[in-house]
């Protein structure tokens, strides 16, 4: 019986999945993505075109694999008919390669006005979410009001109705205006009928039944694993659970089938929207990790927070995960720095820790280790003995201090710009 490999993200999301599951995919018969909505994009760069995906996995680009939306991950029909239709444009036959799990939640027009008014609601402590809906949509699956995909095979109106009702309901008692939601509501309609043309299943089945028959698996996160509702920095944090063992519940996978777990991880590090971020850089630096590394989110367009790379945070997320490769991303982006940090403790109250505490608060302060940057360009590496002196020193010292290796480094945002330095 083969096993499911996890991919996800160790930060605050944007590490740069989408590029690495598209190189890991030929390895592999299955891609399924297990939790998360449309907040989420991943950015793939290929001869010479960029593509943009909110909710289908990554390896659409391969024409032999089977992708799988799994039962974990929230959909908005609007948003996947029109991603679908781009990357159908581009050659892309999403029918014949991708199956959509019943169980998976529909993000509703509703939906999308609960996550604003929500969001208005709590004033200067409000989230930062994307405003699509998915928070709201993860509360009514475990509230136990959610409409999933397979209802549409069955009394679909009806219990659209009841829960479009129901959250009207909710929105008057809050005053919120209702808008445009008529016309929302057409859009969503006609997207629930284009729905029907993709094969909705039993994906808890099917990826089991794959695994008898010895079929390779690789399990694809969103979002980071600090944004994990349990785990991550509550209340900045999405509303699922993006660790590893969010694959399990998210597609119905026992945790004996879990496999190797790579974790990605940006060699700085980012993040978007509010929430605490220790080693946030406000000067220059910030301002130039932004400029060099693209840093806008590529679903919201946002910019995102940069600073220095923090360990803590990052040993915490390789326990959680139970790392056993670590992939890092975007070295290239300080190929000019003089010096370069890591975070190696927190400073609380006094008190240094390499423990990630309870709640992160402006009481962190990050200590750092300096080192010398490697200033060259990196972008056309071929191989790890390419790499000067500073840049294996940078290298070793996490793998040291995590005690996992970093199988792969990527140095730019192509495929070919992918090194790897232990077989995956």
Wanted: net charge negative; glycine share 12%; charged share 25%.
């Amino acid at each position: 019986m083969e096993k499911v490999d996890v991919l996800l993200g160790l930060q605050w999301g944007d590490e740069g999945k989408g590029k690495i599951v598209d190189v890991l995919t030929p390895k592999y018969d299955i891609v399924a993505r297990f939790q998360g909505g449309p907040n989420a994009g991943h950015t793939l760069e290929f001869d010479g075109e960029k593509y943009v995906l909110r909710s289908i996995p990554s390896g659409i680009f391969q024409g032999d694999k089977i992708n799988v939306i799994g039962n974990g991950v929230v959909l908005d029909p609007v948003l996947f008919i029109e991603e679908a239709a781009g990357l159908s444009r581009s050659g892309h036959d999403l029918k014949s390669r991708l199956v959509i799990s019943r169980k998976a939640h529909l993000i509703m027009p509703t939906h999308r006005l609960l996550d604003a008014a929500n969001e208005a609601a709590k004033g200067d402590a409000k989230v930062g979410t994307t405003g699509k809906g998915i928070g709201p949509t993860y509360t009514d699956k475990v509230g136990r009001y959610g409409l999933r995909v397979g209802d549409i095979e069955q009394g679909f109106l009806e219990k659209y109705q009841a829960a479009k009702a129901r959250h009207i309901s909710i929105l008057e008692s809050m005053s919120f205006p209702l808008g445009n939601l008529e016309e929302l509501e057409g859009k969503w309609l006609e997207a629930i009928e284009a729905l029907k043309a993709y094969r909705f299943v039993d994906s808890e089945q099917l990826l089991n039944a794959a695994l008898r028959e010895d079929r390779r698996v690789l399990a694809e996160g969103a979002q980071g694993s600090l944004l994990d509702i349990d785990f991550g920095s509550y209340p900045f944090v999405t509303s699922s659970n993006t660790v590893c063992a969010g694959c399990c519940t998210g597609l119905g996978v026992a945790p004996r089938t879990i496999g190797d777990v790579y974790g990605i991880f940006k060699a700085y590090c980012t993040r978007v929207g509010s929430g605490p971020f220790p080693t946030e850089l406000f000067d220059g630096t910030g301002d130039k990790l932004c400029e060099l590394g693209h840093e806008f989110g590529s679903v919201t367009g946002r910019k995102r927070r940069c600073g220095w790379l923090d360990l803590v945070a990052l040993r915490y997320t390789v326990m959680l995960n139970g790392v056993t490769k670590l992939i890092m991303m975007k070295s290239d982006v300080m190929d000019t720095f003089e010096e370069i940090k890591i975070c190696v403790g927190y400073e609380i109250n006094g008190t240094v820790t390499q423990d990630f505490p309870y709640e992160l608060s402006e009481a962190c302060k990050p200590v750092y280790k300096s080192f010398k940057g490697w200033q060259c360009d990196s972008s056309g590496f071929k191989s790890d003995t390419d790499f000067p002196t500073e840049l294996k020193q940078y290298i070793a010292f996490i793998e040291q201090e995590l005690g996992i290796p970093i199988a792969v480094v990527s140095v730019g945002p192509d495929r070919d710009q992918t090194i790897e330095r232990i077989a995956l």
